[in-house]
């Protein structure tokens, strides 16, 4: 029901930076929380950060301090703002969109996906 297009995925070297976008379509999205989750190759799917629809922020433990999660309710984004990326920070990385919960840390909690958008960290 909700329709997410995430942007800004890459290559870049340890210590670099990125930003990536998540833009929402289909559904009224202030009252959605938000969530990125990323994928490693071989490994199952974890949590990196939520938003709820009021701003509060909850990270994994992994990304704290370097990983920022915000949102533009007037344009209809969230974004994660990645500092200090790790070699173990490669991923394809994922927005999520809930209606039914605040926040959650857990995949099954959200209802929309986007199509994921490949971060690559080289040492």
């Known amino acids: 029901q909700v329709q997410l297009v995430e942007s800004g995925g890459g290559l870049v070297q340890a210590g670099g930076s990125l930003r990536l976008s998540c833009a929402a379509s289909g559904r009224t999205f202030r009252n959605l929380a938000m969530g990125w989750f990323r994928q490693a190759p071989g490994k199952e799917r974890e949590f990196v950060a939520f938003?709820?629809?009021?701003?509060?922020?909850t990270y994994s433990d992994s990304v704290k301090g370097r990983f920022t999660i915000s949102r533009d309710d007037a344009k209809n984004t969230a974004y994660l703002q990645m500092n200090n990326l790790k070699p173990e920070d490669t991923a394809v990385y994922y927005c999520?969109?809930?209606?039914?919960?605040?926040?959650?840390?857990?995949?099954?909690?959200?209802?929309?996906w986007g199509q994921g958008t490949q971060v690559t960290v080289s040492s």
């Open positions: 999520a969109a809930s209606r039914t919960v605040l926040g959650s840390i857990r995949s099954s909690a959200y209802d929309s």
């Open positions: 938003i709820t629809w009021n701003g509060l922020t």
